[in-house]
């Protein structure tokens, strides 16, 4: 398996979804600790969507500007509300970069 650590930002397969979930492939957060990333191949994620005003406002989503590190290619929301579990040998995709502390910072209080 690939080593994860929470904060990365990787590309995932959403897809299939139900309902109002997040789908498709986009990138997403590493929110699970890293002792769990190691050992279990299912992990906890916060998808990665375009930036708009109104998804601004949200509280709980959080601003995401691209860099460097991050590898994002334009301003995006992370949002925290749509946290689910993927599993990784069938849903991931590839690794794109790594958050800024101070986003996963937000994110730890979303």
């Known amino acids: 398996m690939t080593k994860l650590k929470r904060g990365m930002i990787v590309d995932v397969d959403l897809n299939p979804t139900k309902g109002s979930e997040t789908g498709k492939i986009r990138p997403c957060i590493v929110v699970t600790n890293n002792t769990y990333n190691e050992r279990v191949p299912v992990i906890q994620i916060v998808p990665v969507t375009e930036w708009n005003n109104k998804k601004a406002r949200i509280k709980t989503n959080i601003e995401i500007n691209p860099s460097a590190l ?38 730890n209080e979303a």
């Not at 991050?70 to 509300?81: M, R």
């Not at 946290?83 to 101070?102: A, H, M, N, V, Y």
């Open 70 to 107: 991050n590898s994002l290619t334009k301003k995006s929301i992370a949002d925290c509300l749509q946290t689910r579990p993927i599993d990784r040998r069938f849903r991931l995709r590839q690794i794109k970069g790594e958050l800024e502390l101070e986003i996963m910072l937000k994110i």
